[in-house]
C-alpha cells in the first residue's frame, strides 16, 4: 500500500509488531489514544493480514487507522547490524520511512532499541550540529512538574563532554515542551556535588553546560547526585548512556520489589490485611503517581523527526501513553526545535561540536 501524503492533519506513524505482547496489544493501545479526543490519524506498520482483523474488532478506529502493509518483523533478539542489513519491509523502517518522508509527523515502536536507534539515524538523520542522539525519560521525582528529565537512558553508552552539553540543551528543550517549564534547572549527574568530585570529561563538560545555560535558556545547577533523580532539586539530569541506562534499571527493579514486599506484609496476618484496607486509597493514589505506564516512552532526541521508543513490556494502557506523547511531540513541532536550540549554541560558539563520526559501531555490534 502507498504510504498517502501529509494532508496537514497530524499523522502518527505506528510499529504494531514490536514488543511482548504482540500486534493485539498495540491495537488496543491505539483505541485508548483514540479516545482522547485528538484529532491525530495513525499509521499502523505491519502485516495487513494480521493487522485487519485485529482493527476489524474495533470499529472505533475504522476513520483514525490507515494499516500499511510491512509483511517483515524486527526480533527483539536480533543484533542492530543484522537488522539494518535487512530493514526494508520490516514494520520498524516502514514507521520510520513514513517520518522521513512527512506523511507522519512522529513513530512510536515498542521493538528492539538498538535497531530502532540505528534505523532512525539512517532514516532520519541527526539534525544539524548534534553529535550524538539520546535518549531522554520522564522519571518520577519530586520536582516542581511531577517529573524530571533524564538523558541519556542508553541511546550511547558513551559520551563525552561536548555531547554531554548537547543533551543538556536537548533535554532542557524537552522539559520545556513535555513539562511545561519556562526556565528549566538542569544538573549533571556525578559522585558528588564538589566541583572537584568525578572524572576529567565530567569537569570539562560542567564548564560547557555552564557556558551554555544563558543561550540555551537554561538554570544550570551544577553537579547532582543518584539521590537527585527522585529529589526536587533539578528538572533535567544529565548523563552517559551506560549509567543512565543502568539507573532507569535499577529504579524499575527496585520499584518492583518494593510493590512485592509491601503485597507480602499486608497478606501477612488478619491485622495487616484489615490495615491494606483501610489504606486502600492512599496506595492506590501512590501507585498512580509512581505507575511507569503513564510516562512510558523514551524519546530520541536529536534526529530529524520524532520517534518515541516504548518499553517493550508495556502493555496498552503504557503504548497508549507512549503515543499520546508522540502526538504531543508531533504537534509542537520538538525536533525542529532541539535542532534549532542545538544550531543557535553552535553557532554562538557555547557547545563547540565534536568531529563528525561514522554511525556508532557500539550500537550496531
Not at 576529567?200 to 543561550?215: C, G, N, Q, S, Y
Amino acid at each position: 500500500m502507498t504510504v498517502p501524503p501529509s494532508t496537514g492533519r497530524l499523522t502518527i506513524a505506528v510499529d504494531a509488531m514490536g514488543g511482548d505482547h504482540g500486534p493485539a496489544c498495540v491495537v488496543a493501545a491505539l483505541e485508548k489514544a483514540a479516545r482522547d479526543g485528538d484529532e491525530a490519524r495513525f499509521l499502523l506498520h505491519g502485516p495487513e493480514a494480521e493487522l485487519e482483523p485485529l482493527l476489524a474488532r474495533r470499529r472505533a478506529l475504522s476513520e483514525r487507522v490507515e494499516v500499511v502493509d510491512a509483511p517483515r518483523v524486527v526480533s527483539m533478539d536480533d543484533k542492530p547490524s543484522a537488522a539494518v542489513r535487512t530493514a526494508e519491509g520490516t514494520s520498524m523502517w516502514a514507521a520510520l520511512s513514513s517520518v522521513a518522508t512527512g506523511a507522519a509527523q512522529a513513530a512510536v515502536s515498542c521493538g528492539n532499541t538498538g535497531a530502532l536507534m540505528v534505523m532512525a539515524m539512517l532514516r532520519l538523520r541527526k539534525a544539524e550540529g548534534v553529535d550524538r542522539p539520546a535518549i531522554a525519560v520522564f522519571w518520577p521525582s519530586r520536582a516542581r512538574a511531577g517529573f524530571s528529565i533524564a538523558l541519556d537512558m542508553g541511546a550511547d553508552l558513551k559520551a563525552d563532554p561536548t555531547n554531554l552539553a548537547q543533551y543538556a540543551v536537548m533535554g532542557a528543550e524537552y522539559a520545556r515542551v513535555g513539562l511545561d517549564l519556562a526556565r528549566p534547572r538542569v544538573g549533571l549527574l556525578n559522585v558528588g556535588v564538589e566541583e572537584m568530585k568525578g572524572r576529567a570529561e565530567l569537569r570539562a563538560a560542567r564548564d560547557l553546560i555552564a557556558a551554555a545555560a544563558t543561550p540555551g535558556d537554561f538554570d544550570w545547577r551544577g553537579f547532582v547526585e543518584g539521590g537527585d533523580l527522585f529529589g526536587d532539586s533539578v528538572d533535567v539530569i544529565v548523563t552517559d548512556g551506560f549509567t543512565g541506562n543502568v539507573a532507569l534499571k535499577t529504579a524499575e527493579g527496585a520499584a518492583a520489589f518494593i510493590g512485592d514486599q509491601m503485597r507480602a506484609a499486608f497478606r501477612h496476618s488478619l491485622l495487616s490485611r484489615l490495615a491494606a484496607v483501610a489504606a486502600m486509597g492512599t496506595f492506590s493514589r501512590l501507585k498512580k503517581r509512581i505507575d511507569p505506564r503513564r510516562v512510558n516512552g523514551g524519546v530520541f532526541l536529536g534526529l530529524n523527526g520524532v520517534v518515541v521508543k516504548s518499553h517493550g513490556g508495556a502493555d496498552a494502557t503504557g503504548v497508549a501513553a507512549a503515543i499520546r506523547l508522540a502526538t504531543r511531540m508531533g504537534r509542537t513541532g520538538f525536533a525542529e526545535r532541539v535542532a534549532q536550540r542545538v544550531a543557535l549554541l553552535a553557532t554562538d560558539g557555547a557547545v563547540s561540536t565534536a568531529a563528525a563520526e561514522p554511525e556508532r559501531k557500539a550500537l550496531a555490534q
